[in-house]
């Protein structure tokens, strides 16, 4: 099993930064993709961007040069930079993890946290 826990959402004014964190944990030998999505209120979950454990980042073209994603894979972190954050940047933000191998050589996939709360007021 896997646990992603994330952290760093709040409340920021337009224009502002936020850094999002999110931390796994559980019996991880490695983990080959960690993504962010959003879910803004009253709407489907979004896909925002990803980082392969070799670094090859892709992100949702509305975030696009002003959020970044990045990882530390010693400390199965994942984070998001958010820059020139917007109105509609407000939603639910989680942390998803793809293609875990676990201590033991086994395979499992599709882990979310609980998601964190990023407000962004105009």
């Known amino acids: 099993q896997v646990q992603l826990v994330e952290s760093g959402g709040g409340l920021v004014q337009a224009g502002g930064s936020l850094r999002l964190s999110c931390v796994a944990s559980?019996?991880?030998?490695?983990?080959?993709?960690m993504r962010w999505y959003r879910q803004p209120p009253g709407k489907q979950r979004e896909f925002v961007a990803t980082?392969?454990?070799?670094?090859?980042?892709n992100y949702a073209d509305p975030v696009k040069g002003r959020f970044t994603i990045s990882r530390d894979n010693a400390n199965n972190t994942l984070y998001l930079q958010m820059n020139s954050l917007r109105p509609e940047d407000t939603a639910v933000y989680y942390c998803?993890?793809?293609?875990?191998?676990?201590?033991?050589?086994?395979?499992?996939?599709?882990?979310w946290g609980q998601g964190t709360q990023v407000t962004v007021s105009s």
């Open positions: 559980g019996s991880i030998f490695s983990i080959n993709f």
């Open positions: 980082c392969t454990s070799g670094g090859i980042t």
């Open positions: 998803n993890a793809g293609g875990v191998r676990d201590s033991y050589g086994g395979w499992s996939d599709n882990y």
